[in-house]
């Protein structure tokens, strides 16, 4: 099956087109061809500079997929190299401290993808936490890629401050997989599954220990171009943008109406229309976009029963759904969550 993004790319966060090859350089190490990959998830080759969220998505599901290999992720994260991520990962080594360097990472992740924020918070005993999550889309990172995420944290770390080290805790929102301990060796720390959130914790002597790769000269020019960068991307404030945000968050309220969105909005149900009408579209129509986005993610990322999904996107009962479902993809949900398993 092949995956048609659903927004053009300057209404959705966006990722650097170089940071697919954290995907496409382990996938080709399996033997999997690039371009029919791309081609899977809806991407030419090359892909354009900027790839919209949703096909990114689809590049993990479809490598998963395509490599058989449920710790995709962990794979991908050992194999990255620093020119993945261009002027990131090169501020960060040659910034004075672990602490400093993740807090570089954490401010200028999203010119490599729009999407990725980093929240750093210590407790008081000085133990940091690294968070990981995406703004401004619909749904959670796959599972894959939140791998990749932190194993790119513990990955990078390691490989600044020494291979012995060791992270407290790594939590997980994805359900565990089969095989748990491949997590646990890659992170060789606790791993815990089904979490309220997507990190890792290291001790506050990590945070505190110097780089041999400090440079402040180079560190300063890097860091004025990242600067530049940050300030040159688009900012995510458009009216539809805003608008499908408060249709998710009335859908996880159970109140996804327009009077509800309309609400939340500080509008009234008629100019809601009339501002979504200027953007060419509908409110029905973009609840039903938002309905689908969230019903091929649950199905191909989670253990979700078709009766929690029917209730969890606001249909009146299973059949409603299954009727929606079939209008989207043409098949059942579950021959297509058959598929995607």
Do not use: Y
Request: proline share 6%; charged share 25%.
């Amino acid at each position: 099956m092949e995956f048609v993004p659903i927004l053009s790319g300057a209404m959705e966060p966006t990722f650097a087109a170089q940071s697919l090859m954290l995907v496409l350089r382990p996938a080709a190490a399996a033997g999997i061809d690039a371009t029919a990959l791309l081609r899977r998830a809806g991407l030419e080759e090359p892909p354009p500079e900027r790839v919209p969220f949703d096909a990114v998505r689809a590049l993990w599901r479809e490598a998963l997929l395509a490599t058989g290999d449920e710790a995709f992720g962990l794979t991908a994260a050992t194999a990255a190299t620093d020119d993945l991520f261009d002027v990131i990962l090169v501020l960060a080594r040659a910034s004075p401290t672990m602490g400093q360097a993740f807090e570089r990472v954490a401010r200028f992740a999203r010119i490599a993808s729009e999407p990725t924020r980093f929240r750093l918070t210590s407790d008081e005993d000085g133990t940091l936490t690294i968070e990981h999550h995406l703004e401004g889309v619909i749904g959670d990172a796959p599972a894959a890629a939140a791998d990749a995420m932190l194993g790119l944290i513990v990955t990078c770390t390691r490989r600044f401050v020494g291979p012995d080290l060791q992270p407290l805790s790594v939590s997980f929102k994805h359900p565990a997989p089969r095989a748990p301990e491949k997590w646990r060796s890659f992170f060789r720390a606790p791993v815990h599954f089904g979490a309220d959130r997507n990190a890792v914790q290291f001790a506050a002597d990590v945070t505190a220990r110097r780089l041999r790769t400090s440079d402040p000269t180079l560190a300063a020019m890097l860091e004025r171009h990242a600067e530049s960068l940050l300030a040159a991307m688009p900012t995510d404030a458009s009216f539809l943008t805003r608008a499908r945000r408060s249709i998710c968050e009335a859908l996880a309220a159970q109140s996804a109406t327009l009077h509800d969105v309309a609400k939340r909005l500080q509008l009234s149900s008629r100019t809601l229309q009339r501002r979504l009408q200027d953007e060419g579209t509908s409110f029905d129509a973009q609840l039903d976009d938002i309905r689908r986005q969230l019903a091929l993610q649950h199905l191909a990322e989670r253990d979700t029963s078709q009766a929690e999904l029917a209730f969890l996107l606001g249909f009146s009962d299973v059949s409603a759904f299954h009727r929606a479902f079939r209008r989207w993809t043409g098949v059942a949900p579950g021959a297509w969550a058959k598929r995607q398993h």
